[in-house]
């Protein structure tokens, strides 16, 4: 129904910034919540952002609030992913993630996932 890919991640130092974008086709992009998500070896997948299908309401945690910022472009089925002042515990493979409901704050609630971009903070 949905494809995801992500492009953008790399390697960056503390205090730095990238941006991610995750490209959609298959459904129209705009009926479809979007999130991004992370994890690191041996942890659980946690949600970093979420937007609604209007793009008018975010979410998210408090460990990345006023760092991250997410967005998304109906017109360009992309949705985006600014990171700054990153922090050597953001170092994950970042994960784009679609789906028909509302909000949701676990991994299982999505239906569909991107191939993953490893963002990596140094010291």
């Known amino acids: 129904q949905v494809q995801l890919v992500e492009s953008g991640g790399g390697l960056v130092q503390a205090g730095g910034s990238l941006r991610l974008s995750c490209a959609a086709s298959g459904r129209t992009f705009s009926d479809y919540t979007r999130a991004w998500f992370r994890q690191a070896p041996g942890k659980e997948r946690e949600l970093v952002a979420a937007?609604?299908?209007?793009?008018?309401?975010?979410y998210y945690p408090d460990s990345v609030k006023g760092r991250f910022s997410i967005s998304r472009d109906n017109a360009k089925d992309t949705v985006y992913l600014q990171m700054n002042s990153l922090k050597p515990e953001d170092t994950a493979l970042y994960y784009c993630?679609?789906?028909?409901?509302?909000?949701?704050?676990?991994?299982?609630?999505?239906?569909?996932w991107g191939q993953g971009t490893q963002v990596t903070v140094s010291s």
């Open positions: 993630a679609a789906t028909l409901q509302g909000f949701r704050i676990i991994p299982g609630d999505y239906d569909y």
């Open positions: 937007i609604s299908r209007s793009g008018g309401a975010t």
